[in-house]
C-alpha cells in the first residue's frame, strides 16, 4: 500500500575510496537539494563514511566525509551506493552499521553494486533482490539465500531496497519519494532532474546484446507518442504498427526490445499514469477519470489500477486527493 512519510526525514549516504562519484551525487540531488517551492519538510542529508581522510573518486577528486558509521546507522534512511570491489568481503564494521540500522528500523537502501553490501548484512536472505545486470550473477553466486532477479529497475521490500545499474538509482530514489510525499512531488523532483517519474520496463533492455538499432527505435518512439497523444482512444497493437510503419510481428519484438515489455502493457501503465493527476486534484467519479484515459469499463481501469499501484482508485484519491 502507498503512504505518506511520517517519520524522521533524516537520510545517510555511504561515502568510500575509490567511489563513482555518480550515485552519491544522485543521492546528494535528490535527498541535499533545499526544495522550499514543494512546500513539504523535506530531507536532511548526511554523508558518511567508514574511516576519515579525503576519499578517492573516480575521476581524479576526492570527498571529505565528515560523519562515521555511528550516524549511518542512526538515520531514518540508510543508502549504500556501491561498494569498492564486489569480490571482497564487505567489512565487518559496515555489516554491523547496517545491521543496527535495520534492528531499529531504518529505511536500507541499495543502488548498484551496494546490494553486496546489504547481502553481506544478511539484510536480503530470502528476498527478491537486484544489482547491475552485470553483477547479478556473481551477486547469486556468493550469496545464494538471495532471490536475484537482473531484469528489473529496483525492487521494494518495503524496509530493505535494492536498485539495478548507476541511472536506476535514480528511479529508486524518485520511488522513495513517491511513498513518502505522493506521486505529485514526486513528479515535480524528476521534471527538475528531466528524467521520468517512473520507467516502464527493466534493465533487460540495457543488456549490450539487446540494443535496438536507431531507425528502429525512432519507428517505435513515433508510434510510443502518437499513443500518449491518444490515450483515450482505443488503442490496438495494429495501430501502433501501422503508425510506426511496420509489421505488427517486427512492432511487438523491436518494441520489447526497446522497452522490456509489450506495447497494450505499456499503453496501460501510461494510462494509470495519466490517472494519477485526475485522481489527485479532481472531483470527477473514478468511473469517468477511468474513462477519460482510454479504459473500456470501470472493472477494468480498476482491476489494472490495483495490480500497477497496490491500492484501488478510491484509496489512492483519499490519502492523495487535495
Known amino acids: 500500500m502507498l503512504q505518506r512519510y511520517d517519520g524522521n526525514r533524516t537520510v545517510s549516504v555511504l561515502a568510500f ?5 555518480f550515485e552519491l551525487g544522485c543521492v546528494v540531488e535528490v535527498f541535499g537539494l533545499p526544495r522550499p517551492e514543494l512546500d513539504v519538510p523535506w530531507y536532511d542529508l548526511v554523508v558518511c563514511a567508514e574511516h ?3 576519499l578517492r573518486a573516480v575521476g581524479g577528486f ?4 565528515t560523519h562515521g558509521l555511528d550516524t549511518f546507522a542512526e538515520t531514518r534512511t540508510v543508502i549504500v551506493p556501491g561498494v569498492p570491489d564486489v569480490r571482497a568481503e564487505v567489512s565487518p564494521a559496515l555489516v554491523g552499521a547496517l545491521r543496527r540500522a535495520h534492528e531499529r ?6 543502488i548498484c553494486s551496494g546490494a553486496f553490501a546489504l547481502a553481506a548484512a544478511g539484510l536480503l536472505d530470502g528476498r527478491p533482490a537486484t544489482t547491475h545486470w552485470r553483477y547479478a550473477e556473481l551477486l547469486q553466486e556468493r550469496f545464494p539465500q538471495v532471490r536475484v532477479d537482473p531484469g528489473v529497475l ?3 521490500n518495503g524496509d530493505v531496497l535494492t536498485s539495478a545499474g548507476s541511472a536506476a538509482g535514480i528511479d529508486l530514489l524518485i ?4 511513498r513518502d510525499h505522493g506521486p505529485g512531488v514526486a513528479n515535480t523532483v524528476a521534471r527538475r532532474l528531466v528524467v521520468p517519474p517512473h520507467r516502464e520496463g527493466g534493465q533487460a533492455q540495457f543488456v549490450e546484446a539487446a540494443v535496438a538499432p536507431v531507425k528502429d527505435d525512432d519507428a517505435v518512439a513515433r508510434a510510443m507518442a502518437w499513443a500518449l497523444a491518444n490515450l483515450s482512444q482505443p488503442i490496438t497493437v495494429a495501430t501502433l504498427a501501422r503508425v510506426a510503419g511496420m509489421s505488427q510481428r517486427g512492432f511487438v519484438r523491436h518494441f520489447n526490445r526497446r522497452t522490456g515489455t509489450s506495447p497494450l502493457r505499456w499503453v496501460i501503465t501510461q494510462r494509470i499514469a495519466a490517472s ?3 485522481l489527485e486534484s479532481s472531483t470527477v467519479p473514478v468511473e469517468k477519470v477511468g474513462a477519460a484515459v482510454g479504459f473500456e469499463s470501470p472493472v477494468t481501469f480498476r482491476h489494472h489500477f490495483s495490480r500497477s499501484m497496490r491500492t484501488s482508485p478510491s484509496a489512492y484519491r483519499k490519502a492523495f486527493g487535495r
Do not use: E, F, K
Not at 575510496?17 to 562519484?21: I, L
Not at 528500523?105 to 541499495?110: H, L
Open 62 to 65: 576526492t570527498v571529505q566525509a
Open 154 to 156: 529496483y525492487v521494494d
Open 105 to 110: 528500523g531504518a529505511r536500507i537502501v541499495s
Open 52 to 54: 576519515g581522510g579525503p
Open 17 to 21: 575510496d575509490g567511489m563513482s562519484p
Open 276 to 278: 494519477l493527476p485526475l
Open 175 to 178: 520511488h522513495l519519494v513517491r
